[in-house]
């Protein structure tokens, strides 16, 4: 199983020589393969010779170099006692439960505390004192000449301290101006003027095969230079932006690195890898630059970063789902759920629409969906263009700000009991009708509530609970009209059914004639 591994990290003395070595390998072959200025190779393929330029990223590293930075991180922990534990435990008592066992107790004296417990604290006892230990080590580039530094949000998390090396040697203490957790950008600034700022370059220019270079610190080795090429461009991972893939190497360090093009300008921040061992294997992600600048604007005024939000639950349109309701393509955002007295809300936004468009922007993948919306300032009035039974309609609606703890929950409802009814079979569902007092709870009109599950339908993770809305562009009144909507849907094309879960709504599509059975 592969895993996101964010690169931040410490390096042990043991690890260092390891690394040193290995990369120290890497780096004499790299040096005898570009030791001559662009050159060619050539490639036999089925009679046809291809020919591609090896580039020489010298004059660019010495171009850039000076504008990347260690950043090293520290925490404050308690600080131990001298000779109580096992290597300067902070456990008082230990002493006393080895000589005189687990139960000792001196006459007159209230109990031990428990093993590994500490006595409380006195209300005039001072607190334990702290010290600082190493936490990670990170990278971060300038971007302007006096002293503000572009790194990632999960390199400086939690430091009580953040130490930055410049090339040369020289160290200086940071200030965290802004960080978001969101995007995993951060804001640093140091006291120091005449730096080398990188120049800022557009991502949306990058082109699959196109060559990139990282600078950074992997395993706390400053100023190391690695190479590679875009594997793709909008890599969704489920995180709020979505990244730039590449091949080059990257490593615990060099999190808040640089990507560069070949002009010398800052595409991305390297952020993190994919892999099943924790250590690179191919597969690095960036944040893109234009989107962390967005981040950085609002950190460097306010220190903060303020988003929007409409108040829907959405998820992926899939291409059975998009052919069912007659969409062109299976582009844009599934709403699930609108919550109560939100913008959509009174927009008139509804469980079951599709969003393709927010302000004339085309929501490709429904991840475009929240980063639009958060982009946009609140009390903005917008448009939204939603697809609802066969037809697009344009909708208004104002922005509200999203509050840091705003998180959709989420509810899964049991099926309520329900009186004794002969149940309608379609499509391998047992059906009933939904009682009143249930329709009343969710606020729908009629429906089919699902008893059972079975064949397509289970195939298609329709379970017991589950209530039957609509057949394609078709509201549902009852289980009979479910099975008469679907036995007139064409067989040729898949039949969409809008299903409430709890609070969710979604639409699923079942191909009919197929099951897994």
Not at 85 to 98: C, L, N, T, V, W
Not at 160 to 186: M, N, W
Request: hydrophobic content about 40%; some cysteine; charged content about 20%.
């Amino acid at each position: 199983m592969q895993h996101l591994y964010r690169l931040s990290g410490y390096l042990p003395a043991t690890l260092a020589r390891r690394a040193f070595l290995t990369i120290g390998f890497t780096m004499t072959l790299l040096g005898v393969a570009c030791v001559v200025n662009p050159h060619t190779v050539h490639a036999q393929n089925t009679g046809l010779v291809s020919k591609v330029s090896l580039p020489d990223f010298t004059t660019i590293v010495e171009q850039v170099e000076p504008a990347v930075v260690n950043i090293r991180t520290m925490a404050k922990i308690p600080m131990r006692a001298p000779g109580f534990g096992p290597g300067g435990g902070q456990d008082p008592y230990e002493a006393f439960r080895h000589f005189f066992g687990p139960d000792f107790q001196v006459p007159g004296m209230p109990p031990m505390p428990p093993q590994g417990k500490q006595p409380p604290q006195g209300k005039n006892q001072p607190e334990p004192e702290q010290r600082s230990v190493p936490r990670g080590v990170g990278s971060g580039f300038f971007i302007s000449d006096d002293g503000y530094i572009l790194t990632n949000h999960h390199v400086v998390e939690g430091a009580s301290e953040i130490l930055v090396t410049v090339p040369g040697g020289k160290e200086y203490k940071a200030k965290v101006i802004g960080s978001d957790q969101r995007t995993d950008v951060a804001l640093l600034k140091i006291d120091a003027k005449g730096m080398t700022a990188l120049a800022i370059g557009n991502p949306k220019q990058l082109k699959k095969g196109q060559w990139v270079l990282a600078i950074g610190s992997p395993f706390g080795l400053e100023s190391t230079v690695t190479s590679g090429i875009v594997s793709a461009i909008g890599r969704d991972t489920g995180e709020y932006l979505p990244f730039i893939q590449t091949d080059v190497a990257v490593n615990p360090g060099n999190s808040g690195g640089p990507l560069l093009n070949l002009n010398g300008e800052v595409v991305g921040i390297n952020s993190q890898i994919v892999s099943r061992s924790g250590g690179y294997m191919g597969v690095s992600l960036s944040i893109p630059i234009d989107e962390a600048m967005l981040v950085v604007d609002q950190l460097r005024s306010n220190g903060k970063v303020t988003r929007g939000r409409i108040g829907v639950q959405i998820g992926e349109v899939t291409k059975d789902v998009s052919e069912a309701l007659g969409l062109p393509k299976a582009e844009g955002a599934m709403v699930s759920g609108v919550e109560a007295g939100t913008p959509a809300d009174k927009a008139g936004v509804q469980p079951g629409d599709v969003i393709l468009k927010f302000n004339s922007k085309p929501i490709v993948k429904w991840s475009d969906l929240p980063r639009l919306v958060g982009e946009t300032k609140p009390g903005t009035k917008s448009s939204l263009e939603v697809w609802r039974k066969g037809k697009a309609l344009t909708l208004s609606v104002v922005v509200a700000q999203m509050k840091i703890t705003d998180k959709t929950a989420e509810k899964e409802s049991e099926p309520e009991e329900k009186k004794t009814e002969k149940a309608t079979e379609v499509l391998g569902m047992k059906v009933a009708s939904v009682p009143a007092e249930q329709q009343k709870k969710l606020k729908i009109k009629g429906g089919a509530l699902v008893s059972e599950s079975s064949g397509l339908a289970a195939a298609a993770d329709i379970a017991a609970g589950d209530i039957i809305l609509a057949v394609n562009d078709s509201d549902v009144s009852g289980p009979e009209q479910l099975a008469k909507l679907v036995a007139a849907a064409d067989k040729n094309k898949p039949v969409g059914l809008m299903v409430r879960r709890g609070e969710q709504t979604q639409w699923i599509a079942i191909r009919q004639g197929k099951s897994d059975e």
